[in-house]
C-alpha cells in the first residue's frame, strides 16, 4: 500500500508563486514515478507534469517554463513548484505514483485526496 498526502495549496495572486509538496508512505518511494493531475471545476482531470525515479520530468507543454517537479527520496516526497500563477490555474491538484514515467491517470495506482489551488485576478 502506497499513501499519498498533499499539501501546500492555498490563495496566492495572480503572479505569485506557490510550492505544493506530497508526502508518501508505505512501499519505497523511489521505486514509482510520480505525477502531478489538476481538475478544475466542471473540467475533467488533466496531466500537468511527471518525474521518474532518476529525477527526468516531463510536462504538459503549457505549463512547460512556469512549473517545475522535484523529489527529493531521502524525505519521500515529490514537490511542484508553480510560478507566473493565472486564474486559469485554479484546480484541485492532485499527485499519484505509477510503475513508470506516465501522462495519463489510469496509468497510475495510486492517488492522494488533493489540495486545493485557488488564484485571483
Known amino acids: 500500500q502506497v499513501r499519498l498526502v498533499e499539501s501546500g495549496g492555498g490563495l496566492v495572486q495572480a503572479g505569485g508563486s506557490l510550492r505544493l509538496s506530497c508526502a508518501t508512505s508505505?512501499?519505497?518511494?523511489?521505486?514509482?514515478?510520480m505525477g502531478w493531475f489538476r481538475q478544475a471545476p466542471g473540467k475533467e482531470r488533466e496531466f500537468v507534469g511527471a518525474?521518474?525515479?532518476?529525477?527526468?520530468?516531463t510536462y504538459y507543454a503549457d505549463l512547460k517554463g512556469r512549473f517545475a517537479i522535484s523529489r527529493d527520496n531521502a524525505k519521500n516526497t515529490v514537490y511542484l513548484q508553480m510560478n507566473s500563477l493565472k486564474p486559469e490555474d485554479t484546480a484541485v491538484y492532485y499527485c499519484a505514483a505509477a510503475p513508470e514515467i506516465a501522462t495519463h491517470l489510469n496509468d497510475y495506482d495510486y492517488w492522494g485526496q488533493g489540495t486545493q489551488v485557488t488564484v485571483s485576478s
Open positions: 518525474i521518474s525515479w532518476s529525477g527526468a520530468s
Open positions: 508505505g512501499r519505497t518511494f523511489s521505486s514509482y514515478a
